[in-house]
């Protein structure tokens, strides 16, 4: 069966990860997850106290990011998948990913690994920069306080309890930041389906985007 490129942009915490790796089991295609690539760029200047303005060509030809088998960043060959979740590097990646040369340097690895078919990436602008020519583009919205009482939900999991109003103020910044920086800003594509992700599950959220695919593959 042919196989397509579909991209999935959209607001933090509208659930582009777990449906990205959801559909790419169901339909056996590759994953790529964009903002891993911009949160490990990030830990690793961080890490050498060097601030988004200053960032050189030199400094990034030294940061080699890839993607192991287990779906984990490595960046210089350390899984670095736990750093860059956690809640400082949310908050420092878009201060990063406003800098046109981080995007560029980002762009170029991501297009390298998007030649082919087969793709589902996500993030924030892979319909307008990436993967203009996907066949299918999706744009993930939701209300702020459900998407923070989400993150809330999966913060616990984890051990770690936040303040939900504190959780929705870091994900409202963090959209205006994404939505408002003058390079690659995040906007949903002209020929992009909106999906309100507010009312539904995060299993409702998964069947209905692979109806959606599965319809257009004719199954
Ligand atoms: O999707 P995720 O929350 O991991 O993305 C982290 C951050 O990386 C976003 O808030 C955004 O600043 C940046 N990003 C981006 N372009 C992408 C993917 C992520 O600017 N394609």
Do not use: C
């Not at 319909?127 to 209300?143: H, Q, R, S, T, Y």
């Amino acid at each position: 069966m042919k196989k397509i490129n579909i991209a999935i942009d959209g607001l933090s915490a509208t659930g582009k990860g777990e449906t990205t790796k959801y559909l790419a089991k169901q339909l056996n295609y590759k994953l790529l997850d964009s903002g891993a690539m911009y949160r490990g760029v990030t830990w690793d200047l961080k890490r050498k106290n060097i601030i988004p303005e200053d960032v050189t060509e030199i400094d990034l030809a030294s940061i080699h990011i890839e993607f192991g088998e287990n779906g984990h960043l490595y960046v210089n060959g350390k899984d670095v998948e736990h750093n860059i979740r956690t809640e400082v590097i949310s908050k420092l990646t878009p201060q990063y990913a406003k800098e046109k040369i981080i995007r560029y340097y980002i762009n170029k690895e991501l297009k390298e690994l998007v030649k082919e078919r087969g793709y589902i990436a996500e993030g924030r602008d892979i319909a307008n920069n990436i993967m203009p020519d996907a066949e299918i583009k999706l744009f993930l919205v939701g209300d702020s306080e459900i998407r923070a009482k989400r993150r809330q939900e999966q913060l616990k999991k984890k051990g770690i309890l936040e303040n939900v109003e504190t959780i929705r103020i870091d994900l409202e910044s963090r959209d205006h930041a994404d939505m408002n920086r003058d390079v690659a800003p995040l906007v949903k594509h002209r020929e992009a389906i909106e999906i309100d992700t507010t009312q539904i599950s995060m299993d409702e959220q998964n069947e209905f985007i692979l109806s959606i695919i599965q319809k257009y593959l004719g199954k």
